[in-house]
């Protein structure tokens, strides 16, 4: 059955690749983007499909997110501000985008009586939390002003799923990377960076020892958790948050390891790019490891990807396409 799907964040990395999935699938996709992180080139290839409808427009604005919901069935927002850095930064903005537009988006979807929203949520919600692996209703104290944004929109999906019966499900995204994911910026995400910049013989800067490990989370398995909490139909399912990652982890040093060794298979010179380390970087979650138990047993998810999976497809996507 041919469903409407509104992607907000249409334009980003994982948005764009939310849109080729469920547009390949013959569902119809509504792309809702202010383009302020999200690319145009990330769209390209939908622009004439007659299934495809982009709205440029903000979340911000309460007038542009009732327009881009009315036709939708499902929701799946993942327009938001990013970045540990860019909340210490500007808190500010942070909030206004991810708090401030989440709350408009919810309001939208509720008006116009959508099937599901499912949302964006963050691992950064464990906060100084220790325990490992991260167990969905086990939390710490916010590190950061975007935590507190992630964690606040977890707090009203639960409000909005209990006082108006909007049918939600939040995926704690943990460290996603893959194709499309953008290597530039200042805000830019450690795997892109990384490779663009081995890519170009630079060394590449870890922030501390580069024993800070993480649950790195390749973007097809992150589109396997939102088609599943699209498709869902078991009410204990609803209404609730899942970690979204592989469920292993790897320390930055590692990581590095990894990516030489795949772009050296490439251009051998690679293998010699000497490693630079740096100062830690405020607000960082030293170590990063989902537990999956929860997504497999109510969802029937089942990550196809590991880091080294994922990474070489990714390298090989780089290599094609940043030259």
């Given at each position: 059955m041919?469903?409407?799907?509104?992607?907000?964040?249409?334009?980003?990395?994982?948005?764009?690749?939310?849109?080729?999935?469920?547009?390949?699938?013959?569902?119809?996709?509504?792309?809702?983007?202010?383009?302020?992180?999200?690319?145009?080139?990330?769209?390209?290839?939908?622009?004439?499909?007659?299934?495809?409808?982009?709205?440029?427009?903000?979340?911000?604005?309460?007038e542009?997110?009732?327009?881009?919901?009315?036709?939708?069935?499902?929701?799946?927002?993942?327009?938001a501000?990013?970045s540990?850095?860019r909340?210490?930064?500007?808190?500010?903005?942070?909030?206004?985008?991810?708090?401030?537009?989440?709350?408009?988006?919810?309001?939208?979807?509720?008006?116009?009586?959508?099937?599901?929203?499912?949302?964006?949520?963050?691992?950064?919600?464990?906060?100084?939390?220790?325990?490992?692996?991260?167990?969905e209703?086990?939390?710490?104290?916010?590190?950061?002003?975007?935590?507190?944004?992630?964690?606040?929109?977890?707090?009203?999906?639960?409000?909005?799923?209990?006082?108006?019966?909007?049918?939600?499900?939040g995926?704690?995204?943990?460290?996603?990377f893959g194709?499309?994911?953008?290597?530039?910026?200042?805000?830019?995400?450690?795997?892109?960076?990384?490779?663009?910049?081995?890519?170009?013989?630079?060394?590449?800067?870890i922030?501390?020892?580069?024993?800070?490990?993480?649950?790195?989370?390749?973007?097809?398995?992150?589109?396997?958790?939102?088609?599943?909490?699209?498709?869902?139909?078991?009410?204990?399912?609803?209404n609730?948050?899942?970690?979204?990652?592989?469920?292993?982890?790897?320390?930055?040093?590692?990581?590095?390891q990894?990516?030489?060794?795949?772009?050296?298979?490439?251009?051998?010179?690679?293998?010699?790019?000497?490693?630079?380390?740096?100062?830690?970087?405020?607000?960082?979650?030293?170590?990063?490891?989902?537990?999956?138990?929860k997504?497999?047993?109510?969802?029937?998810?089942?990550?196809?990807?590991?880091?080294?999976e994922?990474?070489?497809?990714?390298?090989?996507?780089?290599?094609?396409?940043?030259?």
């Amino acid at each position: 059955m041919q469903n409407t799907i509104l992607i907000t964040g249409g334009a980003g990395f994982i948005g764009s690749n939310l849109c080729e999935y469920f547009l390949g699938l013959g569902n119809k996709v509504i792309c809702l983007d202010n383009f302020s992180t999200g690319h145009r080139h990330n769209l390209q290839d939908f622009l004439e499909n007659p299934n495809f409808k982009l709205i440029e427009g903000d979340i911000r604005n309460i007038e542009d997110c009732m327009l881009a919901v009315q036709d939708a069935d499902y929701v799946l927002h993942e327009a938001a501000l990013g970045s540990v850095p860019r909340s210490i930064n500007d808190p500010i903005t942070t909030n206004d985008v991810n708090v401030s537009g989440f709350l408009n988006m919810l309001v939208a979807s509720r008006d116009a009586k959508v099937k599901r929203f499912v949302y964006a949520a963050s691992s950064s919600t464990y906060g100084d939390s220790q325990g490992l692996p991260k167990v969905e209703d086990i939390i710490g104290k916010p590190l950061s002003p975007y935590a507190i944004t992630k964690y606040v929109n977890e707090l009203y999906a639960d409000i909005f799923s209990k006082t108006y019966g909007l049918e939600t499900i939040g995926l704690r995204y943990f460290n996603v990377f893959g194709r499309k994911q953008d290597p530039d910026g200042a805000y830019a995400a450690v795997i892109p960076k990384f490779v663009k910049q081995l890519m170009k013989l630079e060394s590449p800067v870890i922030n501390g020892d580069g024993n800070y490990s993480r649950d790195f989370t390749y973007i097809d398995n992150v589109i396997q958790m939102n088609k599943l909490a699209i498709e869902v139909n078991n009410k204990e399912a609803l209404n609730t948050v899942y970690n979204t990652a592989y469920g292993d982890r790897n320390t930055l040093n590692e990581l590095v390891q990894y990516l030489k060794k795949y772009l050296a298979e490439l251009n051998p010179e690679i293998a010699n790019v000497q490693i630079v380390y740096g100062e830690n970087r405020a607000g960082d979650i030293p170590h990063s490891l989902a537990s999956i138990d929860k997504a497999k047993k109510q969802l029937g998810y089942n990550p196809k990807y590991s880091l080294q999976e994922g990474l070489k497809e990714a390298v090989s996507w780089y290599w094609n396409n940043l030259k």
